[in-house]
């Protein structure tokens, strides 16, 4: 076997943090097998960027050392860089240059000679399909064309390692194939690869997974390995009502159960043994364990605290006759020649979880921005409330809730500010005001950061800061913009958590996402795709639009994939 | 509505000052720049270094160079023995000029007969150049005077008495000080208000904020307000330093002040907040005030006249805020003007405060679109 291309060897990092010392790393032993591709996986803050810094040799270990391709990262470091290839999170693109610039910008860079680079280039822009983009400016791709120009110009050379740094975070499934396909494609190659990700199909394709967790290795082997304790445990249960969202709800709080989440056929458990007592009514069905169950097990769920029953729930189920609270019809956008949004009609009835689904650029957030009176409809009715958003008066907007993408929040405004400042934005006064302050604090878990600057917050505490804050005047109505976009994934659980908990007490959520698992804790959903609905209705319905001799039971990813696909092929037919 | 705009008030405080950086950016750069203005930027020349090449073997010579050598204007560097070593002192700034004294000084003196002296002057600063001479001039006019009363030549027939009003002293330190004031406020102001809305759309707050239901006549209300009390602050200090630090007199009306630097930052906030509506991100924030902060200064008679420049241009200043609180700020410390003289300044600061705000909100309503 050929040596292994990097190696950690008893590795500590610290940061100073004013006057705190802030541990990264933590003794830490790794070993990557030359040829293979390793996932690293973690939540937030448990040192993912910093391995691959270190690794890059852009950050020097405190302790210990690190071998990259046998040589030293204190001593060879400039050696080490031109060798393997690098891609950070924000990879440094320059939005003003041409892709083709770009890249010859790069070739030049990395000391290429001009004969060389041509060739390369060609055979990554045909691995990449960025060639018909050549003379683009850079800044005007979508963000998934962005990661893959990205790790073109980070492949200009074959490099003997590649260092990946969550390459796919805000790229829809779609690219998300496609930059898969060029991975695997360097693997085949000979190239040992080394990427960091949130999406846990992504992990089950690696070879090896790394956890890390505060720091610390918890655990470095292959899928089968992490899958083996757990045979047994897990479970797919449904139930005649098909409300999963309750089953949910009480699945997670049967003793026995670790872990209760949803998924496209029913509800999927996570048993602490082997047995658990199933409920009448209740089917329940072995299931083969995924990497998603076994993160959750070495990892424990962050579970709310267990509050009373939702406030009566019958009332507040998404009745498929409910009222329609979000209406939208014929709904236009231009911006100049180019109709982002192409005459879309659809209706949100009140307490839905309604998903808006599409691929990077089909006018999921241009629709979103409308909905919340951000940005003016062309033609069309738009419909909020009862409100006319068109008129987008205070009126309509004092009925929303809505968190941005970012989280948006002042960054250095302490949490309290924040919580303050936005109740008094949303006209909240009196004793009103302060039984939703302490509310706010209580319900979302706020306490201990208090005083804590919001940008000094890990990214899940600002998640739920953001979601306070938006929720602060008990809005009837809540926009969610990618709220789970980066989020590490136990804090993304948490806040489904959160979000079923309002959609039960009769809260509207309006939700766009890219992670299609997380559409199956939609009551309805709309798929958009160059601007146009391509399908609409229940998770089902949509999976159903998919379904065909070659998969009898797609998965939402696999029928999403399948719809755009089509969808756009005859687009091309028809131009 | 007023509890929403304060709310919007307190949170830009907040944001300001508990940022290190942009505490440091409102406090330390304007009073190192008020201390460079104030010490640093004067007309007043100072110790002029100069050359001697004397050829007269006389008395008269040495008591004209006696005089030079007496002022504190003056600073002999060098004594020069031929005509070549002129040049290179010139050239090499080593003196700003050279006095060449003909052999037959004396002796055409003691003949009443004209006895010209040569100035030979570095022209490249214009403005040095200038102010020298004139010093030069006043040396000779009193030796010249001395001179025909000693040696009968009987009085010059016409005689300059200087009384400069306002200034007796033409310290130039008494003109400069107070257009720091106007400088000043007026920077800090822009940046306050050119970058606030800026630095909200690159965090994207400003969306967060747009969905509130807060209208974006409160919002600019909001983001407003802070820039006239910070600027008034720091205007307020440089009044304070100019009166107690520096001794510029004040001796005119303090709400004739008031009122043309209220004015005057509102003008100015207006300015900022459409720079900061049409910014996307803080470094475009930036270059707008740059380029709006740069031709206000030269073109306000801060440092040169007005009544100087080429017509067209004089009319292009009609535009710019500075000019008028420059002559307000000017006659109130050093004229004693009041409301009544200051009239004229205060419509067109009033006109210009209030046709900026409106296009600031404008464009404010554009831009969510």
Known sequence: MAA???????VGKHFSRGAARVRALDALDLNLTAGSITGLLGP???????????AAGLLLPDVGTIQVLGADTRAR????QAEIGYMPQQFGLYEDLTVQENLDLHADLQGLSAEAARTRQRE????TALGPFGTRRAGTLSGGMKQKLGLACALLRVPPLLLLDEPTVGVDPIARRELWGIIQGLKDQGVTVLMSTAYFDEAERCDEIILLHQGKLLKKDTLAAFRLPLQGRCFRVTEDTGNKRRLRESLQRRPGVQDA?????????????????AAPGERWQAETPTFEDAFVDLLGTAEMPDEAAPAAPAAATADQDAEIIIEVRDLRKRFGNFEAVKGNTFMVRKGQIFGLLGANGAGKTTTFRMLCGLLPASSGTLRVAGVDMRRATAQARARIGYVS???????????????AFFSAAYGLRGTWRRQRLQWAVQKFQLSDYREVNADQLPLGIKQRLALACALLHAPPILFLDEPTSGVDPLARREFWQRVNALAESGVTVMITTHFLEEAEYCDHLVLLS?????????????RALAQDKTHPEPSMEEAFIHLIQTHENQGRRAS | MPGRIWALVIKEFLALLRDKKSRFVLIVPPVLQLLVFGYAATFDLRHIPYGVYNQDPGFASQELLGRFRGSATFRQVATIENAGQIAPLIDNEKALLVLRIGPSFTRDLLLHRPAPVQVIIDGRNSNSATLALNDVNSVFLSFDTHWAAEHRWGKTPAQLVIRPWFNPNLLSRWFIVPGIVALLSLVVTLLVTGLSVAREREQGTFDQLLVTPMRPVEILLGKALPGLIIGGLEGIFIVLAAIFWFRVPFIGSVPALAAGMTLFLLAAIGIGLMISSLAVTQ??????IFLFLVPAIILSGFATPIANMPPLVQDLTYLNPMRYFLVIVRGVFLEGDGFRALGPQYWPLALIALSSMSAAARLFRHRMR
């Open chain 2, 283 to 288: 470094q475009q924030g930036l270059l707008g």
């Open chain 1, 124 to 127: 990554l822009l045909r691995m």
């Open chain 1, 4 to 10: 292994s291309p990097l190696r950690f060897i008893q």
């Open chain 1, 261 to 277: 989440r949803i998924v496209a056929a029913g509800v999927r458990v996570l048993c602490q043994g082997p047995s658990v007592e």
């Open chain 1, 530 to 542: 160059q601007g146009e609905v391509l399908a609409q209705g229940s998770p089902q319905q949509v």
């Open chain 1, 77 to 80: 470091a400039a050696k080490i």
């Open chain 1, 405 to 419: 993408q970012k989280f948006s929040l002042y960054g250095n405004l302490s949490c309290d500010q924040n919580l």
């Open chain 1, 44 to 54: 937030d803050g448990a040192g993912k960027t910093t391995l691959m810094r270190l």
